[in-house]
């Protein structure tokens, strides 16, 4: 009797084992799947000194790939942070320094972060960054977030070396950005036209 008590014991200490690695697992991927819907529709590109051939681009100076981080996108890369923090689920698709600007918030602005790549020598000067009609200034960018501080982009003319990837986060006015609304955004004369999403 005994050992069949032990045996019980050991099987009901493995099955519930087995059981929370499987919640844990399911809750990891959990805002995984979530990111992966939302990014998409918050995600725009825009190539500078691009020209298009159908569906690609030849002969761009740079590309950028600006992150709307509204609410909902900032909280479920909140839930997968913690999820991979506590040791579960891996990193989702999104660049990770994505995650560190979604920490920051303003009253009454909506937060962007713009990856900057650069395909040639480039002269990026942030002041001429548009969302929505709006160029940020000073005030709007955030800074000291990058976990290596070479990639992160401030608000000045800096020289982009080919093969640079880096990024800028910063506010612009909830007027610019309206949900449903299609907007403009890029960098100089170069724009592409993105929906705000619902």
Not at 52 to 62: C, E, K, Q, S, Y
Not at 163 to 179: C, L, R
């Amino acid at each position: 009797m005994n050992i069949f008590s032990n045996k019980f014991r050991i099987a009901v200490i493995t099955a519930v084992a087995a059981a929370s690695l499987i919640w844990a697992s399911q809750a990891a991927a959990s805002p995984m799947r979530e990111i992966e819907r939302l990014t998409p529709p918050r995600t725009a590109i825009c190539h500078f000194e691009g020209q298009g051939l159908g569906d690609i681009v030849v002969n761009a100076r740079g590309k950028l790939t600006f992150y709307y981080v509204d609410r909902k996108l900032a909280n479920a890369l909140s839930r997968q942070r913690r999820a991979e923090y506590d040791g579960i689920g891996s990193l989702s698709g999104i660049p990770s320094q994505v995650f560190a600007y979604a920490t920051k918030s303003k009253r009454n602005h909506a937060l962007f972060v713009v990856r900057a790549q650069a395909m040639k020598g480039w002269k990026f000067d942030a002041s001429l960054i548009s969302v929505g009609g709006y160029t940020p200034v000073k005030g709007d960018i955030i800074t000291g977030i990058a976990a290596n501080p070479a990639s992160e982009l401030n608000f000045n003319v800096r020289d982009l070396s080919r093969g640079y990837d880096g990024f800028i986060g910063f506010f612009v006015p909830t007027e610019n950005v309206k949900q449903g609304e299609t907007i403009s955004l890029g960098y100089a004369a170069d724009r592409v036209e993105w929906q705000v999403p619902d």
